[in-house]
């Protein structure tokens, strides 16, 4: 999937973009999407049991741009890292930062950094420094008129400002509809549904407008 005024790829968790309002919101089974092989999952059984924890996956498979490896490549490579772990009772946990941020240096040369405790003036910051973050946020972004549900348990790919300066451009990997998926808010906006934390990443040249 690509996005006219993106240089950054736009993908979902779920292997086919115009189920993920189904999957997400309508209660289907992520094991009956028909492109659940495109993800590189070994059988619709495993697909369906990791795609919705994998945002953070989607989020770094945008930040490599073209070329990048299927998303479960990506997750067998975090799993190797331990940013991702499973209990005993088969309860998927992470995205774990820290082993993350060593698996992208050491598996993908990415130079990035956690960020546990970051303001939108540092997250704006960052993007003016060329970076890209990876930002926790509530799900329920891509319901912007909507109050907050909360704040963080899902990742988005923060690209850059927006044009006027205010705002953010981000992909999100649940978005359920082109808009959402390369969205862009007033930064007080996205700030009701942000935890203050996130994974900066390497991104395009500084600039408002760059990466978006």
């Known amino acids: 999937m690509t996005c006219t005024r993106c240089r950054v790829p736009v993908h979902t968790q779920f ?21 659940w092989a ?28 073209a070329g990048a490896p299927p998303l479960f490549a990506l997750r067998d490579g975090a799993l190797a890292y331990d940013a991702y772990t499973e209990d005993a009772d088969g309860v998927i946990r992470g995205l774990v930062y820290a082993p993350f941020v060593r698996y992208v240096s050491e598996a993908h040369g990415l130079d990035a950094a956690v ?3 970051l303001s939108p003036a540092g997250l704006l910051g960052l993007l003016d420094a060329g970076q890209r973050v990876m930002a926790s946020v509530h799900y329920g972004i891509r319901h912007p008129d909507r109050p907050a549900p909360g704040r963080g348990g899902h990742l988005v790919l923060v690209t850059s400002r927006t044009a006027d300066g205010e705002g953010v451009h981000f992909h ?33 040249a500084p600039g408002r407008a760059a990466g978006a």
């Open 15 to 35: 292997a086919s973009p115009e189920l993920v309002g189904a999957i997400v919101e309508g209660g289907l089974d992520p094991a009956e999407d028909p492109g």
């Open 38 to 65: 495109r993800s590189g999952a070994a059988s619709p059984a495993e697909y369906a049991r990791w795609a919705g924890h994998l945002c953070g996956m989607t989020c770094l498979r945008m930040a490599l741009g």
């Open 115 to 117: 960020h546990r405790h």
């Open 172 to 204: 999100n990997p649940s978005g359920t509809s082109a808009d959402t998926r390369a969205a862009e808010l007033p930064l007080t906006v996205f700030e009701r549904f942000f935890a203050g934390r996130g994974v900066s990443l390497p991104g395009g």
